[in-house]
């Protein structure tokens, strides 16, 4: 089981941070399974004007390839230095907290529903995917 992005399908929008009005970059794309699709993601990445670099990254699972988004559910966490870790840290958090959510997320999940939820290892799969190989949030991370 192998997860895989197609670069040319990457995109991203640069948008103003809500809390300090610095530029932060919004980036999304699909990530396949063994070829097919497997997932979206949606990744905010924030520097707040050089006071910290992190980013919030929303996954969502379920089936794809037709209208009926009725079995999505969408993973939130946040990435970044926390207290005692210089490097980044992974930490679930609700999912959406930017006010995304739309049709296509399904069910947005609490941080403890995630932590409940029988999907929660594919989704930590998908982040890390995506901290190793989005080209604008890896080196937003890790410099
Ligand atoms: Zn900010």
Redesign the pocket.
């Known amino acids: 089981m192998s997860l895989s992005t197609n670069a040319d399908e990457h995109q991203v929008r640069e948008f103003t941070?809500g809390?300090?009005a610095?530029p932060a970059q919004r980036t999304w794309n699909f990530v396949l399974r063994d070829g097919s699709p497997h997932a979206v993601y949606f990744a905010n990445s924030?520097n707040?004007?050089g006071q910290g670099h992190e980013t919030w990254i929303d996954v969502i699972l379920g089936s794809w390839g037709g209208e009926n988004h009725s079995d999505h559910v969408t993973f939130g966490c946040r990435v970044g230095a926390v207290e005692d870790s210089p490097a980044p840290a992974a930490t679930a958090v609700q999912a959406c907290l930017d006010g995304s959510a739309g049709p296509l997320h399904g069910r947005t999940l609490s941080r403890e529903e995630a932590l409940a939820h029988p999907w929660i290892t594919d989704f930590w799969a998908v982040v890390d995917h995506v901290l190793e190989h989005d080209p604008v949030v890896h080196p937003h991370l890790y410099g």
Request: contains cysteine; charged residues 0%.
């Open positions: 941070c809390c300090c610095a924030y707040h004007g």
